[in-house]
């Protein structure tokens, strides 16, 4: 009798999140395979209005230059937004973790980015940083002598990607930071000494305790930073907002345009290539997990 109780109990605790899980999450993810197979208007025409294409939609969408696009500037914000990002919150835990005085303070300014909304932080950088009339870095190039630079339209056709990638890593640094900070403070200072003592300098200290020892963490934050990167939608929207540019169509971006077809970015509204274009995306954050844990392979590190 208590055995049985308390399996009635497990299942009565269990239900509920198991229905949630089936209803918010399983139920859409196999409904969006299955669209990804057919043809469709509209997100909320019925199955008989459905029809069936098998992989067309799939071969449609790599044979599209748009599309094509999308998937490089997706690359190239992962790979330069990764870099930079990376560089800086790493840099700001190793200062923050080596007894710098008021680090609470410091850590809040440089985390502060990720508590203001996007599209406040996307509007600072556009009219208050690159804009050519009054903008920060116009009058930093002016100061400096360097009017080429103070002149030049940030936000123009060929130099928004570049422009997108910094302002959006300028919010991120914050975040990947505290990550590496707690990873760092994980490591028994004991580590540190003994290098001191045997004269090992700061930068032989990073390279040779600091950065081995993060190798978990550092994982964990390029996981993260690659779903970030294939999510990346709310940044290209504002820095184009009406018609997007080539440079900065992702493709959640082009995915919304197939579905809700707002724009003439996207000519031939049709869900399924929608529903493909997140299947597709899933694939690449799979493979990426994968890759990832192959390339930094668990190692049983004793701190």
Known sequence: MLKKGRLTMIVVFLAPAIA????????????TVIMSFYKMGTVSDRF??????????YIWLFQSPLFLQSLS????????????IFFFALLFAVILTSGVKIKSFY???????????????????????????????????NFLGIEKLAATQW????????AL?????????GY???????????????????????????????FRITLPLLQDIMRTNVI??????????????????????????????????????????VIDRNVGNGAAVGVTLTIIVVASFTITNLIFRDKKIEF
Not at 165 to 173: D, E, H, N, P, T
Not at 195 to 204: K, L, Q, Y
Request: net charge negative; hydrophobic share 50%.
């Open 176 to 206: 990947f930071m505290l990550i590496f900070m707690a990873g760092i403070e994980r490591i028994p200072k004991d580590y540190y000494e003994a290098a001191t003592i045997d004269g090992a300098n700061v930068f032989s200290q990073f």
């Open 107 to 141: 850590r809040s300014v440089i985390y502060l980015p990720n508590v203001v909304s996007a599209v406040a932080m996307a509007t600072m950088w556009i009219h208050y940083v690159y804009n050519t009339r009054y903008g920060i870095l116009r009058e930093i190039f």
């Open 20 to 31: 949630f899980y089936i209803l918010v999450f399983l139920y859409p993810t196999i409904r």
């Open 224 to 265: 993260l930073w690659t779903i970030n990167a294939v999510g990346f939608f709310v940044w290209s929207q504002l820095f184009s907002p009406l018609v997007p540019e080539p440079g900065t169509v992702t493709p959640m971006i082009y995915m919304y345009q197939e579905v809700f077809g707002t724009s003439t970015v």
């Open 48 to 57: 008989a209005n459905w029809s069936f294409v098998g992989i067309s939609n």
């Open 155 to 162: 936000t123009s056709p060929d130099n928004v990607f570049m």
């Open 73 to 84: 500037n997706i690359f190239f914000i992962w790979l330069y937004g990764g870099v930079i």
């Open 165 to 173: 990638i910094v302002a959006y890593s300028f919010g991120m640094v």
